[in-house]
């Protein structure tokens, strides 16, 4: 049964999004959102671990949160896609349950 | 689908009740149901009507009431002569609730304390209530720290 | 009463006392036996400290609510998991954590210690097997 792992916490504060990556499933999804969105940019030294991730699964973040913080969408790894809350409830009633990595 | 929401942090301090309004309301405008949003930990706060924002500021816990108002976040059950009794599902646990002092009339009188904070259209109720919200949902969607 | 059975999975990834996590995790465990679902709980990065031995609370004032972990075989858990990653993170070893007896009360099955080390392959696993994720 495929799973909706969400991550809220900056890879650089937690290891929440370390854990996901470890834990979850060849083509489960991730969604970075709140201050888990600070994982998606380029350039960081989360990246390698993102672009490795991308190579088995989807990696989605919430635009409303990347905008808040101030960040565009041509900041982000190539690859990662961008939902608002509807695409959130979409991932979420796609996949048979959801792990919130907190 | 049928959703249930959890509430782990309060309002103002967490993006966690924010964020889970702005999902649950996404999910209602899809037109899925909200079985219930339960309120556990610290997330009991968002249950207080003596919540008093800025005026510039939003009011989280106002801003659930009227989502459950316009999209009926609540339950309907029937008693055997056929009379219907409304409750709201927003619930906020009991025992995290006592602990963080919210409080509805109930409460107040068992407890011997001279005031309640419970919005009315929020509801204390047992933790049993999370679980079976996640039993009765098709998902079960976490917000937290 | 609903007559749905799902598999649970509490997945426990807070260290006890510095917040409450730990604790209302485990009274939703307590409340949740009620209900007859199908209940695994794991202990996964700092939540594998929640059922280290020897918790003392007297000098911070809290409640020591580890004897509570001893007594999650009476309430019909049986499957308790910890990642051996995490332990081995911590410098722990089974050695360091609490052993919780489970008994059936009519054949009279006991087993001495129902907490099974397991590796990450097996946690992904149990994610995927289960129905509902509770996580604290």
Redesign the interface.
């Known amino acids: 049964?495929s799973?909706l792992h969400t991550v809220?916490k900056s890879p650089f504060e937690r290891?929440s999004l370390e854990?996901c990556l470890?834990?979850?499933?060849k083509d489960d999804p991730v969604l970075l959102?709140?201050d888990g969105v600070y994982a998606v940019l380029k350039g960081t030294s989360a990246e390698k671990q993102l672009e490795a991730a991308l190579a088995e699964q989807s990696i989605y973040v919430l635009g409303?949160?990347l905008a808040a913080r101030g960040f565009s969408e041509d900041r982000i790894i190539d690859g990662i896609e961008v939902v608002?809350?509807?695409g959130?409830?979409?991932l979420?009633?796609n996949n048979?349950?959801?792990?919130?990595?907190? | 689908?049928k959703?249930a929401i959890q509430i782990?942090e309060g309002p103002y301090q967490h993006?966690?009740s924010d964020?889970a309004y702005?999902?649950t309301?996404?999910?209602l405008?899809?037109g899925?149901e909200v079985f219930r949003v339960f309120f556990y930990h610290d997330g009991v706060n968002n249950g207080t009507r003596l919540t008093t924002p800025p005026q510039d500021d939003r009011n989280i816990v106002e801003r659930w009431a009227e989502l459950a108002d316009q999209y009926k976040i609540q339950s309907v059950t029937k008693d055997e002569n056929g009379n219907e009794t409304v409750q709201t599902e927003l619930v906020v646990c009991v025992a995290a609730a006592q602990r963080r002092g919210i409080v509805d009339e109930g409460e107040a009188k068992r407890n011997g304390k001279d005031a309640t904070n419970i919005h009315p259209k929020f509801r204390i109720s047992g933790l049993g209530q999370l679980v079976e919200a996640a039993i009765q949902a098709?998902?079960?969607?976490?917000?937290?720290? | 009463m609903s007559e749905t059975v799902k598999k649970f999975l509490y997945?426990n990834?807070?260290a006890p006392y510095g917040t409450i996590y730990a604790w209302e995790s485990l009274e939703v465990v307590l409340i949740g036996a009620a209900f007859d679902q199908e209940v695994r709980l794991m202990f996964?990065?700092d939540g594998v400290y929640q059922l280290t031995t020897g918790q003392d609370t007297a000098g911070v004032g809290m409640k020591n609510f580890s004897p509570t972990y001893r007594t999650l075989g009476d309430y019909e858990v049986k499957n308790i998991y910890v990642d051996k990653d995490s332990l081995e993170a911590r410098g722990l070893t089974q050695d360091d954590l609490v052993a919780i007896a489970w008994e059936d009360w009519e054949t009279e099955e006991e087993i001495e210690n129902i907490v099974e080390v397991v590796d990450?392959a097996r946690?992904?696993e149990l994610?995927?097997?289960?129905?509902?994720?509770f996580?604290?």
């Open positions: 049964m799973i809220n290891n854990s470890k834990f979850a499933n959102f709140e409303p949160d608002d809350y509807a959130f409830v979409e979420a009633a048979d349950k959801v792990q919130a990595w907190l | 689908m959703f782990n993006q966690a964020s702005f999902f309301k996404a999910a405008e899809q899925h098709d998902r079960l969607v976490v917000f937290g720290d | 997945l990834r807070k996964l990065d990450a946690v992904s994610m995927e097997e289960s129905d509902v994720i996580s604290f």
